[in-house]
């Protein structure tokens, strides 16, 4: 077993590489178990801190470059797994990456994570069933597209895609595929508004204290309508017109009814 408290160029007898033409000496903290992992980082990257697990054989991380804050976080990357972190991508405080058994973990440019997040590939323990024998919590890929924002305690676990431009809300728990340019929030989340964006500026440490259109804030790239996937687990939530609408629908067909009777 390697540990290491710095990140910098390394290699060893066991085929483990670190490509960091950066030095990150503070809050480091990387234990090797394996051989043949690669960590890559880009020259430009910044890392506030860092946990990380090679637990197994032939595990990647790549992180990218970073213009922002920075990430902070502790990955566990398992037998032949992969995490991917795009460029600009940040963290409020220490989030949680797993990724065991193959799979893969990304995130796309630009995302923002809260506190206390956990994007998990799985259970870390398996689950079977009695009669058979069979696992019945499989490890399954994440996907975080780009612009993504998690808020605090947000949850995607196996499994979980999540289009480009869409806002996880408080405390939510993602087991399936989101669309983009949507919020969706709940256990499990479910989308509760589409066609909307959402920008950086922070709303009151950021001027003007006050934002009520978007003519205060400077648009990024992700500006796109909702597409909407029928075939998407979850349910989109309709507008207050078209609820009224349906519930006035409803009314009359009720009514209709009760005069047949």
């Not at 077993?1 to 390394?10: E, F, P, Q, R, W």
């Not at 902070?72 to 991508?89: A, L, P, Y």
């Not at 994007?119 to 079977?128: G, K, T, V």
Request: proline share 3%; aromatic share 8%.
């Amino acid at each position: 077993m390697k540990k290491l408290s710095a990140l910098a160029n390394y290699s060893d007898e066991l085929g483990n590489v670190i490509q960091s033409p950066k030095v990150f000496d503070k809050n480091i903290d990387i234990i090797i178990r394996g051989s043949n992992n690669k960590l890559t980082i880009h020259p430009d990257a910044r890392i506030t801190k860092l946990n990380l697990v090679f637990d197994c054989d032939n595990g990647s991380l790549v992180i990218g470059s970073n213009t922002k804050h920075g990430v902070s976080m502790f990955i566990r990357i398992g037998q032949d797994s992969t995490v991917n972190i795009g460029n600009d991508v940040t963290t409020t405080t220490l989030c949680t990456v797993s990724a065991v058994e193959g799979a893969t973990v990304s995130f796309g440019n630009d995302v923002m994570i809260a506190s206390g997040n956990h994007f998990r590939s799985d259970d870390s323990h398996p689950i079977f069933d009695v009669s058979t024998g069979k696992r019945v919590n499989p490890t399954k890929d994440i996907s975080i597209g780009n612009h993504v924002w998690f808020g605090e305690q947000a949850v995607a676990l196996a499994g979980a895609i999540v289009g480009d431009g869409t806002v996880i809300g408080f405390r939510s728990i993602v087991t399936r595929k989101i669309p983009n340019n949507c919020i969706a929030v709940g256990s499990p989340a479910k989308v509760v508004r589409k066609n909307i964006a959402w920008e950086r500026p922070h709303l009151s440490y950021t001027a003007p204290g006050y934002k009520p259109d978007a003519t205060y804030v400077t648009k990024t790239d992700y500006w796109n309508m909702t597409e909407y996937d029928s075939s998407i687990d979850g349910q989109i939530a309709i507008s207050d017109r078209q609820a009224s609408a349906l519930r006035r629908k409803l009314w009359h067909l009720r009514r209709s009814v009760f005069k047949k009777m």
